[in-house]
């Protein structure tokens, strides 16, 4: 039988190590609402990469199918109008969708807001940069 005593700050500790990151999705959806449209383009593009034309039908209930090129897949292909008609509640769930499939890709979005200056200078756009920073900390290396 183990004696050992464990502190309940030891305890808790333990337990923050092993839970999930908290989701950055809202925070991208906010940085998402303010950005000026220049911004906004970047985002989508770097966001939009990983998604595949099935999931471009299906995220945001079908939000970004229209993006969808009428000839062979070969990326999204985004324009300014496009990053003005998406709303931030379709950006919330386009991020969900990548927390979940490849949440390796939303660590790249610190280079997206460190190569900007408008962005760092909302205070959305740095409570994001930290919270992506932290989440890198906490996200476990993908499986090899």
């Not at 464990?6 to 991208?28: E, R």
């Not at 000839?71 to 769930?93: K, Y």
Request: charged share 20%.
């Amino acid at each position: 039988m183990d004696t050992t005593k464990t502190s309940p700050a030891t305890a808790i500790a333990s337990a923050v190590d092993v839970l999930p990151p908290p989701s950055v999705a809202p925070l991208v959806a906010a940085f998402y609402a303010e950005a000026p449209h220049s911004v906004r383009l970047r985002l989508l593009d770097r966001l939009l990469k990983p998604v595949g034309p099935l999931a471009l039908g299906a995220i945001a209930a079908g939000a970004f199918a229209r993006l969808l090129p009428p000839e062979r897949w070969t990326g999204v292909q985004l324009h300014l109008e496009d990053a003005m008609r998406i709303s931030a509640s379709q950006v919330l769930e386009l991020t969900r969708y990548l927390e979940q499939k490849c949440p390796e890709w939303l660590l790249q979005l610190p280079e997206l807001l460190g190569d900007n200056p408008v962005a760092l200078g909302s205070l959305t756009g740095a409570m994001l940069l930290v919270a992506l920073r932290a989440w890198r900390r906490r996200t476990p290396p993908p499986a090899a």
